[in-house]
């Protein structure tokens, strides 16, 4: 099968020997980026002989994932793309959804489906596939339009904002595009199975989230989307929760002109077959 057309990049920093995601990729045969620092190229190199690396001209900055995440939009808009993958480097598989079961597949059909789909509507600003352990093995739609996307997102390089603050990068850029009138698309149908935050050495976990960063992390997003954002205790630690207002977002998503309904109507598996396992 052909690559996704949008290019993925991996963000990641201290973690060239457990960047769980370009592992996953390197396995399943999809092309990707690693996006480093370049005091770290080396060891990211070693790790992975055959990725194609890029290096940020910082280092150290202590601003989180920031500065790497505007980087990688920069990076593909000057290739000509026009949109990007941004994904975190702890994910371990990719699932499909299937009936209530969440299943290891492939993922370079993953994302090729969740692309076609993104560009069959004109407003979609991200979309991304939803955390394995939100997908409950119970039936649930094969998407959500107008909510969060989280650690593995297909950006339109057009907009006109970026990434911005050092805490909730994800839940403040979604925001950002739902209130400019634009959409978001969760997918369920197909899973990243991530690693929990601050379950693993390196990342962000040793400059942002120890001591009382968890409780600052909420707080700083609350500031920003005051009445949109509030700050509680869930999973058992302070976290930002936007629950109701996520509903409040009700633009519908734009189909483009011109398609074949007839071929959307059609069955297109992108050549994964259900096989069962003894």
Known sequence: MKQPRYPIYIISKGRADCCYTAKCFTKDGLDFTLAVEPQEYDAYRKQFPDAKIVTTPFKNLGLGSIPVRNFIWQHSKDRGFARH?????????????????RIRCNAVPAFKACEDFIDRYTNIAIGGMNYSFFAVPKKQPPFYVNNHVYSCLCIDNSLDFRWRGRYNEDTDLCLQALASGLCTVLFNAFLINKMRTMTMKGGNSSQLYQ???????????????????????????????????????????IRKPGLDLDLLDKVNNYGLTLKARD
């Open 85 to 101: 993958w941004c994904l975190d480097d702890n994910i371990r598989d990719i699932y499909r959804k299937y009936k209530t079961k």
């Open 211 to 253: 001591g009382d960063g968890r409780t600052t992390m909420a707080r700083s997003l609350e500031r920003v989307w005051p009445g949109v954002v509030t700050t509680n205790r869930r999973f058992g630690r302070p976290q930002h929760v936007v629950a109701d207002s996520w509903k409040k977002f009700d633009t519908k998503l």
